[in-house]
């Protein structure tokens, strides 16, 4: 169960290498976290992230998972939530995918939109349904700032988040008074390993802020959540740049 | 019998989760929704006064008591009464007071079930002298986790189990209770005030035995030689030889008409309790106190439930909602307590005022609060940020000193200390696996703290 301050006991992570969630789940941990289901495609890398919260005193498990198999999913997480209540499911799964070769290779941007879009749809709902019957829990996405707007230089990914963001949020709406929190949050530019190829943007973030701002979430059980904070009020301008001029800023 | 799908959650309006609620008007409803609640099981609830999490039950069933509340029957010679689980307690001095008596113990609001002063083995101001609820309760019927109906008498297991068992033995039905003669409806009150927590300590220490309800305000924003700085407020139930011949008081020795204020609104912004406010407040109600005062006469409600008085005051920590810590550490674990004291006046926690008590002797309840010592209790609300973690350390202070901190308060425990502060944890948990195989009985405070 959660306590008064919105921080769960049992923790999955839909996306187990993720290091936004990676950065979460240690921040949980410390204060009440004790169970964490570590949920992703299989790997030594899904291994050592299991071990290295298992350093910090939680009991850590693995589990298959792939955002691209939606018929397991229902399977998969059954099992997980089989096993004792989850209080705060974390969707962290997502690709960046490369904007110019997806653009040549149309499979390839199928792929990024699977992953991020329908891979995420039907995870997200087999947890909110799950969350639902326990009648408590927090579902946790991680969109992105990229889905606010479209940008020429990561539209593909940009608008996958988009779907994701809105369909998170008329999730939230429906499960409004089931007793399941769901909180959309949207990162600007985090340094991980899904950016270590990027050149930084403005306001350009780390993990570890995003835990903090999704640890504040929860205890205000937020619908909406910006890391930073500041990106709330620069995006609402930018949302009404007209298009001729948004077209051409280095953002 | 109703149920719905609703939102529950305690006084403190934190944590709040879903169940289904059943409102058994019969006991043949309250044994028929035992038996058909599902795999998330069922908790008793009483009026939710319990600050924390104890009478939710997320995804599964709460069975609110307040439908069964007739008051069976009152041996008015010998002051007995057999009553439902669901009879509040204000409901109880409302019949009782006519007749000469009073409820045993009461918290600090009349607005408790018996079932749930049963639930928690609440205290009141008379510990020192009267112990807790349950000292004075003869037997209770449990319907437990088979679907049967036990009585249930004292110096047996289940009862012990039952007493500060927050609901997770079975439902309380009924319960027969030894009542405390009065003469009147008034209290005859000494007001003291103590400069800094040595003099308070020195003060309940000296003379709380010449009262039989003591209590101390402690003002937790007072820093430097001003921590812990309390008026004490202690009396008795006035005699009737006490009111002058021909006064209306006389006349009317059993008046009992508490008044209310209108309820604050539902919705109040987050920050409307800030700490120079608090600060302010404490400041005027020290200042306001007598230096020492002896022999006013005061209304029951006044002298045991102000807050009552204001339906809903909850509401003024905003939707973000408060936590109450309250924990106990023996005699002889004076310093823990200036410690303690010492910490929060320091963290500048925004703190109405603070409640201290000295407890007396023990009662058998096997997960029951008190224990002889000194009692803290504060409310802070749960927005202040690095709450957590600062409850977190004092309450390692707790366990270190042999103390515990109050389950029908709690909402934020660490789980892995609850063994310490309860020795017998152990016992209540064979118990339970024994009385209750499948689980029937569970909330989300037995969940959080695998009780
Ligand atoms: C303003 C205020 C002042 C207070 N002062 C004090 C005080 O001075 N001393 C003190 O000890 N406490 C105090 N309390 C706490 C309160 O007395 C306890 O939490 C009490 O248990 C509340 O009773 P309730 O009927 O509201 O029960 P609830 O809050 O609904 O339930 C509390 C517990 O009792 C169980 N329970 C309820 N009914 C039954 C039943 N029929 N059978 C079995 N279990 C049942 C529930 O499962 C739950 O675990 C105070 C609370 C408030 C709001
Ligand atoms: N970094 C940023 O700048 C930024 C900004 C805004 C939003 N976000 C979003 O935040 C989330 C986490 O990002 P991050 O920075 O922590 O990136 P990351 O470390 O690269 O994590 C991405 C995670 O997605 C998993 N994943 C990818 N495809 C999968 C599939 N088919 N099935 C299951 N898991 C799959 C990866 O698992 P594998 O180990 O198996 O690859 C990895 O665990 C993502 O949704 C991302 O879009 C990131």
């Known amino acids: 169960m959660k306590d008064a301050f919105g921080i769960p006991q049992s923790l999955l992570v839909l996306g187990g290498t993720s290091e936004i969630a990676l950065a979460t789940a240690r921040r949980l941990i410390a204060r009440r976290t004790r169970t964490v289901w570590l949920a992703g495609r299989p790997s030594p890398a899904l291994e050592q992230s299991a071990a290295d919260l298992r350093a910090l005193g939680a009991d850590v498990r693995t589990v298959a998972f792939d955002a691209l198999d939606p018929e397991s999913h229902e399977t998969v997480l059954g099992k997980v939530f089989a096993e004792g209540d989850i209080d705060m499911v974390l969707l962290a799964f997502g690709i960046l995918g490369d904007q110019a070769r997806d653009e040549r290779e149309p499979l390839n941007a199928v792929r ?20 639902q019957s326990q009648g408590h829990g927090s579902l946790v996405v991680l969109s992105s700032v990229a889905g606010e707007r479209a940008r020429r230089a990561n539209f593909i990914y940009g608008s996958s988040k988009a779907g994701l963001d809105t369909f998170t949020q008329g999730l939230g709406d429906a499960l409004h008074g089931t007793g399941v929190h769901v909180m959309v949050v949207r990162p600007g530019f985090v340094r991980s390993k899904m950016t270590t190829d990027l050149e930084e943007a403005p306001l350009a973030t780390t993990p570890e802020a995003v835990a903090t701002a999704i640890e504040l979430g929860l205890r205000r059980r937020s619908e909406t959540v910006w890391v930073p904070g500041r990106l709330r009020l620069v995006m609402s301008a930018l949302r009404h740049v007209p298009r001729s001029v948004f077209r051409r800023l280095p953002v | 019998m109703s149920a719905d799908t609703v939102s529950v959650s305690g006084w403190g309006r934190t944590a709040p989760t879903n169940a289904r609620l059943i409102r058994p008007r019969t006991y043949e409803e309250a044994v028929t929704a035992v038996r058909g609640c599902g795999t998330r ?75 749930g002063a049963i639930g928690a083995d609440i205290h009141g101001k008379n510990h020192h002298v009267s112990g807790s609820f349950s000292r004075h309760v003869l037997s209770l019927e449990l319907l437990t986790a088979d679907g049967e109906i036990h009585t249930v008498g004292r110096d047996t297991p289940l009862f012990d189990a039952t007493t500060g068992g927050m609901g997770l033995t079975g439902v309380i039905l009924t319960a027969t209770l030894q009542l405390q003669p009065v003469e009147t409806s008034l209290m005859t009150v000494d007001t003291e005030r103590a400069r800094d927590l040595d003099d308070l300590m020195a003060r309940l220490t000296a003379t709380d035995d010449h009262y039989r309800y003591s209590v101390a305000w402690i003002d937790l924003l007072a820093r430097g030689t001003a921590t812990g700085r309390a008026v004490l407020t202690r009396g008795d139930h006035t005699p009737l030889e006490a009111l002058r011949e021909g006064t209306r008081a006389r006349r009317d020795p059993f008046a009992f008409h508490p008044s209310r204020l209108p309820a604050p609104p539902s919705f109040l912004p987050e920050r409307l309790l800030n700490r120079r406010g608090v600060a302010l407040f404490n400041e005027l109600w020290y200042r306001k106190a007598p230096r020492a005062r002896t022999g006013e ?136 696996a024994e009385v209750d195989p499948r689980g029937v009985f569970v909330s989300d405070l037995a969940r959080r703290l695998s009780l």
């Open chain 2, 41 to 115: 099981g069922s908790i008793p609830r009483g009026l939710g006064r319990a600050y924390g999490d104890a009478a939710q039950n997320a995804g599964g069933t709460v069975l609110d008591m307040t439908g069964l509340d007739r008051v069976h029957a009152i041996d008015a010679d010998n002051g007995i009464v057999l009553c439902d689980a669901g009879v509040s307690l204000h409901r109880l001095i409302e019949v009782l007071l006519p007749l000469g008596w009073f409820v045993p113990v009461t918290p600090g609001t009349r607005q408790v079930t018996v079932g």
């Open chain 2, 297 to 432: 006469l005061q209304r029951l409600a006044a002298f045991f439930h102000p807050l009552d008085g204001v339906p809903h005051w909850n509401r003024i920590y905003g939707r973000g909602g408060f936590v109450q810590y309250q924990f106990v550490v023996g005699h002889g674990q004076e310093e823990t307590l200036r410690r303690i004291v010492r910490r929060v006046s320091e963290h500048r926690c925004p703190s109405f005022l603070a409640v201290l008590k000295r407890f007396g002797d023990a009662d058998p309840g096997w997960l029951s609060f008190p224990v002889p010592g000194w009692t803290l209790a504060l409310d802070i609300p749960a927005a202040l940020p690095g709450l957590g973690a600062f409850l977190d350390a004092l309450d390692e202070d707790v366990a270190t000193a042999g103390g515990r901190v109050y389950l029908a308060k709690d909402s934020r425990l660490r789980p892995e200390l609850l063994a310490a502060m309860y020795p017998r944890l152990e016992e209540f948990r064979a118990l339970r």
């Open chain 1, 112 to 131: 990024v939109a699977q992953t991020n879009y329908t891979g995420a749809v039907s995870a997200a709902l087999v947890g909110a349904g799950a969350l």
